[in-house]
Each structure stands twice: as structure tokens, then as C-alpha cells.
């Protein structure tokens, strides 16, 4: 893919894409997603959960600007009082 797409691609995601929803304790929790990263051949989606939220996470779940869910992915991790940074990373590749 030449650079012009891939910034295409990044344009996409940073356009079209509202907050990180996160499932604590059962409750969906609205995150901000902190920041964008693109390199020639991925594009990095980073979401700080701050130190406000304790609890048993078992999903993390972006959501577009028109409320559809983009991507959801499971973990199993008990969060303290530490905030804590979780990533979800597309690679572009040619098929």
C-alpha cells in the first residue's frame, strides 16, 4: 500500500471513530481514546483507563461516530487504582 493510503487509512479510523467502551464488573464504561499512531504498515489505537476505574475487565469495545461497535476484544485482567493503557493495533498487509 503506498503512503497516500495508508494515510487514507488513518484519516478512516481517526474520522470515524468516537470512544472505547469497556466492560467492568459487567457495566460498559464510556473511555476517550487517548491517541492515534501510524507507521508504514499499521495503525495503533491507544485507550487510558484512568486510575478512577477498579474492577474486573473482560472486554474492551471501539464505537464509531454513528454508535456501531468497530471491534471488541476479551481480556481477563482485575484493575487497581493504576490507570492502565491498552492497544489495539490493525496490521496492513497485501493479500
Do not use: H, W
Request: glycine content about 6%; aromatic content about 12%.
Amino acid at each position: 500500500m503506498t503512503a497516500d493510503g495508508m494515510n487514507l487509512l488513518f484519516s478512516f479510523f481517526k474520522n470515524n471513530l468516537l470512544k472505547c467502551q469497556v466492560l467492568v464488573n459487567g457495566n460498559y464504561l464510556d473511555v476517550p481514546i487517548q491517541r492515534y499512531e501510524q507507521s508504514s504498515n499499521s495503525i495503533k489505537i491507544f485507550v487510558y483507563i484512568d486510575e478512577t476505574v477498579v474492577g474486573a475487565i473482560t472486554q474492551y469495545r471501539l464505537v464509531s461516530t454513528d454508535g456501531k461497535i468497530f471491534d471488541t476484544k476479551s481480556d481477563t485482567v482485575t484493575k487497581d487504582d493504576r490507570g492502565l493503557l491498552t492497544l489495539f493495533e490493525y496490521q496492513v498487509q497485501e493479500g
